[in-house]
């Protein structure tokens, strides 16, 4: 299959651009040579610790060229989420202190953790302090009847050497059974962020393609807006269903772009 008509690329990065602090073989030049072609192109991040700016300081840091609107994570959208579905709200928070300032940004009140009763919302990111006093107060929340909202219910967070550790997904899911009530999904596989790189890039669906190499976040969310889906499968087989595409290497995917 080709994809040599494609005015845009969006690329997942945890997995796909870089796993852990090593950008994949590839990755760089692959990039430069498609923004080199006079293609958009725009990151999408599941990371529920850092805003697009943080990780826009990230890729540059590596060395790969992208445009800071065009580097998009859920905690963009992370507070309006909440605000659209449940006006201010109190808030719990297990997570990142990064994604506590999103939400404190958005008007609303981010609770201490003896505090809990009070939540109208619980948020649960990934959470490297993550306690059984936290894990306890956000189950009771939610069984309190607090709504439960998550960045992404990715099971693991790929890092360097092949290796992973628990992602977002795998907290957020002892929340729910816990709390008896099922998650809410900001990020990945859910459309806002899809559609406002498009946006962004100025492309209908058709026009872009999405690079990833998660079924369950990239390829299936893409799909659902109507682009074209690549996945990005470097040790495995190719997917019998979902991807348009499937790539092995970057040098593949310019290939299959004409570059």
Known sequence: MTLADARGVVLDLDGCVWNGREVTPG?????????????GVA?????????????????????????????LTPLEILGEFIRERYGPSRVLVIGAEEMAEVIRG????????????????????????????RLTAAARAVAG?????????????PIEGGEFLPGCGAIVEAVAVAGGRRPEIVGKPEPP??????ARLGLSPGQAVMVGDSLQSDIRGARRVGMR?????????????????????????RAALGL
């Open 229 to 253: 889906t690549v996945l990005f499968a470097p040790d495995g087989p190719p997917a019998a269903e979902g991807p348009d595409l499937t790539v092995r290497s970057f040098a593949e995917l």
């Open 106 to 133: 958005a008007g609303h009140e981010v609770l201490p953790l003896d505090r809990y009763r009070e939540a109208g919302v619980v948020v649960v990111g990934n959470d490297f302090d993550l306690t059984y006093a």
């Open 27 to 39: 990755a760089r030049e692959a990039i430069a040579a498609i923004r080199r072609s006079g293609r």
């Open 43 to 71: 990151f999408l991040t599941n990371n529920s610790r850092a805003t697009g700016r943080d990780i826009h300081g990230r890729l540059v840091a590596l060395g790969i060229e992208a445009d800071p609107p065009c580097v």
């Open 145 to 157: 009847g607090a709504a439960l909202v998550t960045p992404n219910v990715d099971p693991r967070l």
């Open 193 to 198: 962020l899809f559609r406002i790189a498009l």
